[in-house]
């Protein structure tokens, strides 16, 4: 099976900061990565895919990168509606999700 | 507009069955790849089960010989048969539509619906 995990596991930012987190694979996933944002009580929605593909309606803020087992996700400039937890997932091999980050106000 | 609505939740003894359904609605269940994905409760994301367009099944080693994903094309519904539940199957249950090029990709979510398994 092949394991994600995303650093940091908390992160603590302030609005206007630029914010990034890391996916790592046990395995190469070649691009096959996507990222999703959870807000409590909520279900997943989807924001990037194949690495670095924006998901129709999403702001360019987010953007992500990377391919083989290392993988960034980045959101330019916090906004206050972005404090959730994110997750990435990959879909090369059946489907793993990290643990999850979650962006707290700093 | 799509739409997903999950139902079928609820609270049950261990080793006991529960179906949970998914009704679509904007677009096909046959024609995409649909997925259950599940959340315990305050832990991260797990994909459980995959049904192709064409049929084909798939489940996490978590679940493998325990559920069963299936679709009923009439009424445009998804379904995940739990068999033998345990402590651990506690989580809310999303289903998921994959997205067109790419179907092991999630591009829209239903509300998801608790399960309680007691031991």
């Known amino acids: 099976d092949i394991q994600m995990t995303q650093s940091p596991s908390t992160l603590s930012a302030s609005v206007g900061d630029r914010v990034t987190i890391t996916c790592r694979a046990s395995?190469?996933?070649?691009?096959?990565l996507a990222w999703y944002q959870q807000k409590p009580g909520k279900a997943p929605k989807l924001l990037i895919y194949?690495?670095?593909s924006l998901e129709s309606g999403v702001p360019s803020r987010f953007s992500g990168s990377g391919s083989g087992t290392e993988f960034t996700f980045t959101i330019s400039s916090l906004q206050p509606d972005d404090f959730a937890t994110y997750y990435c997932?990959?879909?090369?091999?059946?489907?793993?999700f990290g643990q999850g980050t979650k962006v707290e106000i700093k | 507009e799509v739409q997903l609505v999950e139902s079928g939740g609820g609270l049950i003894q261990s080793g006991g069955s529960l179906r949970l359904s998914c009704a679509a609605s904007?677009?096909?269940?046959?024609?995409?790849?649909m997925s259950w994905v599940r959340q315990a409760p305050g832990k991260g994301l797990e994909w459980v089960s995959i049904?192709?367009?064409?049929?084909?099944?798939y489940y996490a080693d978590s679940v493998k010989g325990r559920f069963t994903i299936s679709r009923d094309n009439s009424k445009n519904t998804l379904h995940l048969q739990m068999n033998s539940l345990r402590a651990e199957d506690t989580a809310v249950y999303y289903c998921?539509?994959?997205?067109?090029?790419?179907?092991?990709?999630?591009?829209?979510w239903g509300q998801g619906t608790l399960v309680t398994v007691s031991s």
């Open positions: 998921a539509r994959g997205r067109t090029d790419s179907g092991w990709v999630f591009d829209y």
């Open positions: 904007g677009f096909i269940v046959s024609s995409n790849y």
């Open positions: 049904i192709y367009g064409g049929g084909g099944t």
């Open positions: 395995q190469r996933v070649n691009s096959w």
């Open positions: 194949r690495a670095s």
């Open positions: 997932q990959q879909y090369n091999d059946y489907s793993t």
